[in-house]
T-cell receptor, first 111, second 115 residues
Framework: QKEVEQNSGPLSVPEGAIASLNCTYS??????FFWYRQYSGKSPELIMS????GDKEDGRFTAQLNKASQYVSLLIRDSQPSDSATYLC???????????FGRGTSLIVHP | SAVISQKPSRDICQRGTSLTIQCQVD?????MFWYRQQPGQSLTLIAT?????????ESGFVIDKFPISRPNLTFSTLTVSNMSPEDSSIYLC????????????FGPGTRLLVL
């Protein structure tokens, strides 16, 4: 069973702070890593993808991947109340084209 | 980007009955996926539906309980059969994004409550 683990939270941060969300995965052969955002009552939407070790930045979002340690993280700079949502980590196991999702981390950004 | 619609958006059903969920995509796609998201749980893949072939079910899901149709490249249905309260969940269809391999667009979901 390929597993993707996330702390369910909630993670509470003040507006303007950096939110750090973490994810670990079990399959060393995984090659593709994604972060989805899911607002309450809505479906998930992709916000970041990363395929190689290191950092990938897109606006206020930075995804970090460390394959040796089997973790992937998402940093949200200058957090806004509108960032309050559940963030799902997804990892595509080796030999598959379908991602496995973690349970998600609930983020609350308070004014 | 693909536009995906689902019907119904929500429903309340009695145990022992069946519900068919429809998923419509505004463009032709090779694969469509059906997920379940139970409260506080991750997205769990039920099956992958390719047009013109039998759906491929994940471990723990069977065709008798979740029959799937895929009559063409823009449409699929998932039926939740002989429902029990444990089937209460959000059911999501998705398609993969041809421009970004292995990532998926999700439909708005169907919120099902079984009494």
């Amino acid at each position: 069973q390929k597993e993707v683990e996330q702390n369910s939270g909630p993670l509470s941060v003040p507006e303007g702070a950096i939110a750090s969300l973490n994810c670990t995965y079990s399959d060393r052969g995984s090659q593709s890593f994604f972060w989805y955002r899911q607002y309450s009552g809505k479906s998930p939407e992709l916000i970041m993808s990363i395929y190689s070790n290191g950092d990938k930045e897109d606006g206020r979002f930075t995804a970090q991947l460390n394959k040796a340690s089997q973790y992937v993280s998402l940093l949200i700079r200058d957090s806004q109340p509108s960032d309050s949502a559940t963030y799902l980590c997804a990892v595509t196991p080796g030999g598959s084209y379908i991602p496995t999702f973690g349970r998600g981390t609930s983020l609350i950004v308070h004014p | 980007s693909a536009v995906i619609s689902q019907k119904p958006s929500r429903d309340i059903c009695q145990r022992g009955t069946s519900l068919t969920i429809q998923c419509q995509v505004d463009s032709q796609v090779t694969m469509m996926f059906w997920y379940r998201q139970q409260p506080g749980q991750s997205l769990t893949l039920i099956a992958t539906a390719n047009q013109g072939s039998e759906a491929t079910y994940e471990s723990g899901f069977v065709i008798d309980k979740f029959p799937i149709s895929r009559p063409n490249l823009t449409f699929s249905t998932l039926t939740v059969s002989n429902m029990s309260p444990e089937d209460s969940s959000i059911y999501l269809c998705s398609v993969d994004r041809p421009s970004l391999q292995e990532t998926q667009y999700f439909g708005p979901g169907t919120r099902l409550l079984v009494l």
